[in-house]
């Protein structure tokens, strides 16, 4: 869980990979990257939100697997 208020304001290298339980993210608005293997083998992630605008730029190895 990633708090509405926060000044995160991208998701790195393998933050939430091998997280075999992870069955739905929401990725608050000020999100503007997403970075390789961030859900690299999250098997069981069905539900992916993002409560922005405009689409955080996305890496193209960032949901591998």
Known sequence: IIPKN???????????????ILKSFT???DI???GDLAFHQCYKLIKFTYLGIKEPQISKNSFLG
Do not use: D, Q, R, V
């Open 32 to 34: 503007y990257y997403i």
């Open 6 to 20: 926060t000044s995160l304001i991208s998701i790195g290298l393998e933050a939430f990979g091998n997280c075999h």
């Open 27 to 29: 990725i608050p608005k």
